[in-house]
């Protein structure tokens, strides 16, 4: 059974650093792209950004150009690298492999998250 652990999260002030971790097991990790999605209170789970096996990425728009995802084979990790970080980031952070098309995660259950919140 696939498991996903997440980590790295933290309190942090606007415009400050933090690297997420995701560890996933259970499965075979260079077959399938992966992605970094978050959840703030009362609204739905969206998608960050992800990255195919062929190394290329993609941002949603809200995190373009400050937040960097990337992986590591040999490790079976994905990381989000997120800079000069917003009040409008602070989520529970979670990793998953995007569907085609929709993006949405394939694996169940989704780990338990990590949490990041930006405040001054």
């Known amino acids: 059974q696939v498991q996903l652990v997440e980590s790295g999260g933290g309190l942090v002030q606007p415009g400050e650093s933090l690297k997420l971790s995701c560890v996933a097991s259970?499965?075979?990790?260079?077959?399938?792209?992966w992605a970094w999605y978050r959840q703030a209170p009362g609204k739905s789970r969206e998608y960050v950004a992800h990255?195919?096996?062929?190394?290329?990425?993609n941002y949603a728009d809200s995190v373009k150009g400050r937040f960097t995802i990337s992986i590591d084979n040999a490790k079976n990790m994905v990381y989000l690298h997120m800079n000069n970080l917003r009040p409008e980031d602070s989520a529970v952070y979670y990793c998953?492999?995007?569907?085609?098309?929709?993006?949405?995660?394939?694996?169940?259950?989704w780990g338990q998250g990590t949490q990041v919140t930006v405040s001054s």
């Open positions: 259970g499965i075979i990790f260079t077959a399938y792209s």
């Open positions: 990255v195919t096996t062929g190394g290329s990425t």
């Open positions: 998953n492999a995007p569907r085609v098309g929709s993006r949405e995660g394939v694996f169940r259950p």
